[in-house]
């Protein structure tokens, strides 16, 4: 099946939370540029294609970038710095994230002490070669939280972040956040794989009106319509996805078939069943956008029509397999 041919996007932006920034549906995730060598690594990865991938997500109206000091162990930073040093346009929002750390080994433990997270801060800025980072996230809690949201908000106080949010935080860990300085933002897991927070966490998000960010709209790969049991049976062990039962049998057929159904509603509109995943997610009224990870320029191409493409109530009714709508289902959120 051809697609539509992508074209320079005027995307609508919409406000994150409680800051100034307006972002477009969509943005960058560059986990996977981060490359192999630590515990969550996607294998092997080219930076000039990763270079790439950033220049023409952005050519096509992109305007925020998602990463973090852990992914490839500081070096998808350095990969965001220099496509941004060569992109001649304007410059668009860069997140990341703290509070993940790494040994020699690629390993990874989790550390929001204050001190760490001031180092942190600090090598990523020295690695993105900024002055200030526009979205500040811790990226995982730990019994540290209340040290950790407090160094985050002498960070913003100091000008290094403009913003400061938070990842997989439960409802819990966002009200004791709060109870310390406001939160901009969340970044959860959401895709038809995974929807645990529509029942308590979007909605809580919408009720306090924080941006929501959701990362892995396609599953890490599962959606894309690219992914098939042979493929994934061939995953390299540089490659976390090797070890995700997600990507193993039993749940591996009954992920794979979702695809069936975004692939079906797509070729109505000449769409391919990514970008249906990306548009299912962003229909939820509480997701402010999508970090959409891509490892070139022609994945960009696939997965950013997502932006503007919509689905009916009834689509929706179908690619989650129930036979009429149920508006309670999204305006719970």
Not at 174 to 188: D, E, K, N, Y
Not at 310 to 318: F, H, Q, R, S, V
């Amino acid at each position: 099946m051809k697609t539509k041919s992508v074209i320079k996007s005027n995307m609508k932006t919409k406000p994150l939370g409680n800051s100034d920034l307006f972002i477009t549906p969509i943005g960058f995730g560059a986990w996977a540029i981060g490359g192999s060598g630590w515990e969550f690594g996607w294998g092997e990865q080219d930076d000039k294609a990763s270079v790439a991938a950033i220049h023409r997500a952005l050519e096509l109206g992109v305007n925020w970038i998602d990463t973090a000091a852990v992914y490839g162990m500081g070096h998808s930073e350095e990969v965001v710095a220099l496509a941004l040093r060569t992109w001649p346009g304007p410059r668009p929002y860069v997140f990341t994230k703290c509070g993940l750390r790494w040994d020699e080994q690629g390993y990874v433990h989790r550390s929001l002490t204050a001190d760490s997270i001031r180092r942190e801060c600090e090598d990523s800025l020295r690695r993105l070669n900024v002055d200030v980072i526009d979205l500040y996230q811790i990226h995982w809690p730990t019994d540290d939280l209340e040290e950790g949201w407090t160094a985050m908000a002498q960070l913003q106080k100091e000008g290094k972040a403009r913003w400061i949010g938070v990842s997989n935080f439960d409802v819990d860990e966002m009200r004791r956040a709060q109870a310390i300085a406001p939160v901009t933002s969340l970044q959860p897991p959401y895709s038809l794989v995974n929807r645990e927070v529509e029942h308590e966490i979007l909605p809580y998000c919408r009720s306090e009106a924080l941006g929501v960010i959701v990362y892995s709209p396609m599953a890490s790969g599962l959606l894309t319509g690219a992914m098939t049991s042979a493929r994934a049976a061939r995953l390299p062990a540089s490659d976390w996805r090797s070890r995700d039962v997600e990507f193993h049998e039993p749940r591996l057929s009954k992920n794979l078939s979702l695809v069936e159904r975004l692939r079906e509603i797509g070729q109505r509109q000449g769409r391919l069943p990514g970008q249906v995943a990306i548009a299912w997610a962003l229909h939820n009224p509480a997701v402010t956008g999508a970090i959409v990870g891509s490892r070139s320029a022609e994945q960009v191409e696939r997965n950013v029509g997502a932006a503007e493409l919509y689905l009916t109530d009834e689509e929706i009714a179908e690619i989650e397999g129930r036979t009429t709508y149920q508006p309670e289902l999204v305006m719970a959120v």
